[in-house]
């Protein structure tokens, strides 16, 4: 394969020298032929700005040093325009490639060819599917191709159209009007046998298709034939590709670092041939698999760098997939302001590209996040306003999410017998759609409702698979969920120490991960991070050394410091964590610490003990009069 590729380049460098000797000779017609054949050349050995300088020159010969005849004149430009479409998509030059497009569209009226005015409608049909995001206009201009296609009995073209289509109805969320128009085209090259180039791009046109319908097994059988095929042609853009859709049917098992593999080798195989557009999607996906191992720095950073690259490209559909993405994110790590920001950034940009699914999904974050941090009514107002497409929605994921908030809900309002049932539905959305770890979490959030309903062995059979799935895999998703519910579950048993312990870790290095002490705080302020930290400090006896007055002291008054003695306290015990009621483990924490002062010759302040608590002077007062009242304390 390397001698291979050796002579190409060598063969191609020949082609260039002969093309500029040529040029600098003014022998145009020459100087045309073999600069087109170099930048071809370019072209097929993945050297992408070449190939476009190569076009560029060729064009240039073509209208100010060789003119020809208008009919061939014509067909030149033809053949030099639509050969530079995929490379100005590839690198990201959106701008060019709209005026390009504005020369083909004159192109075509003045072409007598039918399957040249099929080409130039597909065009133009890729260019609003992919880099304006209008997928509507995208379907129309890839059927007036197809009718031409049919007409005329030109079945390349007609696949080319059903590629088009479907790949316009799987991302306007129609999987199955995607899949049986791809399904289409497959079948077309399959019979013509002669485009294997074309018979891979439909291959991983159906790869993402399958995945989309759930069905994991069939796509991962395609994905492993479509490799093979890549490397037999050589094809670097369509193994980089494949390396991508294996990496999203690895997440969807939730297998994260076989899938960071797989991104990894995408992302070297489009920087090396200048794919900028693919590099800022696959670096993209590089943080979503280290958000989903809760690497946070890591993910904001690559999510952040990605999208400054889809920004500079314009690509509207990439921008506004990073907005969903980076919201769920910021909203993850607790950091709320940000997270809203990008969410109405999504929103608005949704509406503009009228792509309702982005705005479904964008509303449903929001209010996942406002649910877990405890903002119970604003969470709800958005659950009901999006209740009724949530409840239809086509997209099995989006409509999964739903019911997952829905149930998250419920069970905060002390409605676990529905609660159960919501995380059932989603589990079984979710199932289908072979997402593993999103089962995971929501058998375990079914088992944590089940628990609060009295129902211990049900819940502790589920709770206990879903910690096996977890343990199994490096990542997933409600991680510090699954692993809080299983304690809590447990603690009826024995106390779940080991699972806690496990827990706390995973957060505090997650916590460790992000770039700013505040939003540590943040991250730790959480309603369950927060619960999860307390229960291992519950679990790990905090003794603290502290200087109290002597028992003999003046209670009225400043204490000098000849009065005051080192004393040994335990403000945190494991026992504290068998009290539910946080004023009586208070309480308890009291008449320990005074004990525990007594017995080494001290008596601390009201102060003293609202410092060791963290509590308020005046709660600590409380708390002793209710003591003194019922005996505890005299």
């Not at 500029?20 to 930048?39: C, K, P, S, V």
């Not at 002669?194 to 291959?203: H, K, M, N, R, T």
């Not at 980089?240 to 859709?245: E, Y």
């Not at 309603?527 to 002597?550: D, E, G, K, N």
Request: charged content about 20%.
């Amino acid at each position: 394969v390397i001698r291979e590729e050796t002579a190409q380049q060598s063969t191609a460098e020949h082609i260039s020298q002969i093309a500029y000797h040529y040029r600098q000779g003014e022998q145009w017609a020459d100087a045309l032929h073999y600069t087109l054949q170099a930048a071809g050349q370019a072209h097929r050995l993945h050297a992408l700005t070449a190939a476009l300088d190569g076009y560029a020159a060729a064009r240039q010969i073509l209208e100010q040093q060789h003119p020809l005849p208008i009919y061939e004149a014509d067909q030149m430009r033809y053949r030099i325009l639509v050969a530079r479409q995929p490379l100005l998509f590839l690198t990201g030059q959106a701008a060019q490639q709209a005026v390009e497009l504005a020369a083909l569209r004159q192109l075509a009226h003045r072409l007598p060819d039918p399957a040249q005015q099929a080409d130039i409608l597909l065009k133009e049909a890729d260019f609003m599917a992919k880099v304006r995001a209008e997928q509507a206009t995208a379907v129309t201009l890839a059927q007036q191709a197809l009718a031409l296609a049919e007409q005329h009995n030109l079945p390349r073209r007609a696949a080319e159209a059903w590629s088009v289509i479907g790949e316009a109805r799987h991302v306007q969320g129609a999987y199955q009007e995607s899949a049986a128009a791809l399904q289409q085209a497959v079948t077309i090259w399959e019979t013509l046998g002669d485009s294997p180039q074309a018979l891979l791009g439909a291959y991983l046109q159906l790869l993402y298709s399958e995945r989309m319908n759930g069905r994991w097994a069939e796509g991962k059988a395609l994905a492993q034939k479509l490799i093979t095929l890549a490397q037999a042609a050589d094809d670097q853009m369509t193994q980089g590709n494949t390396h991508v859709a294996l990496a999203s049917f690895y997440i969807d098992q939730g297998d994260y670092q076989a899938a960071e593999r797989a991104y990894n080798a995408a992302l070297a195989i489009f920087r090396r041939i200048g794919a900028r557009l693919h590099e800022a999607r696959a670096l993209a996906n590089l943080g979503y698999t280290h958000w989903a191992l809760r690497h946070y720095g890591q993910a904001i950073e690559m999510k952040e760098a990605a999208l400054l690259i889809f920004r500079e490209l314009d690509n509207q559909k990439s921008i506004l997939l990073s907005y969903l993405n980076l919201a769920a994110l910021y909203y993850d790590v607790g950091q709320m302001a940000q997270g809203a920001a990008y969410t109405a950034q999504g929103l608005t940009l949704a509406q503009q590209l009228a792509l309702p699914n982005y705005s479904l999904a964008l509303s449903l974050g929001r209010a996942q996040a406002l649910i877990s941090q405890g903002m119970l009514a604003e969470g709800a107002a958005i659950l009901d306003e999006i209740a009724p497409l949530a409840e239809v929605e086509e997209e099995l994921h989006t409509r999964a999410g739903y019911w997952a908030a829905r149930g998250m809900w419920l069970g905060e309002n002390g409605r676990f017998a529905q609660a159960a049932a919501a995380f059932v539905q989603a589990a079984d959305l979710f199932t289908q759609e072979g997402y593993t770890d999103f089962v995971t979490a929501m058998r375990s959030f079914q088992a944590f409702a089940l628990w609060r309903m009295g129902e211990h062995e049900h819940a502790l059979a589920l709770s206990t698979q879903a910690m096996d799935t977890l343990e199994q895999t490096p990542g997933g998703e409600f991680i510090a969920e699954i692993y809080w519910h299983h304690a809590q579950i447990h603690s009826h048993l024995s106390p779940a120490t080991d699972t806690v312990q496990k827990g706390y870790t995973l957060l505090a290095q997650q916590a460790d991960s992000l770039p700013d002490p505040s939003w540590q705080e943040a991250f730790w302020a959480r309603p369950i991070h927060r619960a999860m930290r307390t229960a291992w400090q519950a679990i790990h006896s905090q003794c603290v050394r502290v200087w109290l007055p002597r028992m003999e002291t003046p209670v009225a008054g400043r204490t000098a410091v000849s009065l005051r003695i080192e004393v040994e306290w335990t403000p945190i015990h494991p026992d504290d964590a068998q009290i539910s009621d946080k004023v009586a483990r208070r309480r308890q924490q009291i008449m320990r610490l005074l004990a525990e002062a007594e017995k080494q010759g001290a008596r601390p302040t009201i102060a003293d003990l609202a410092a060791a608590l963290g509590s308020s002077q005046p709660t600590i007062k409380r708390d002793l009069a209710a003591l003194r009242q019922t005996g505890d304390l005299t």
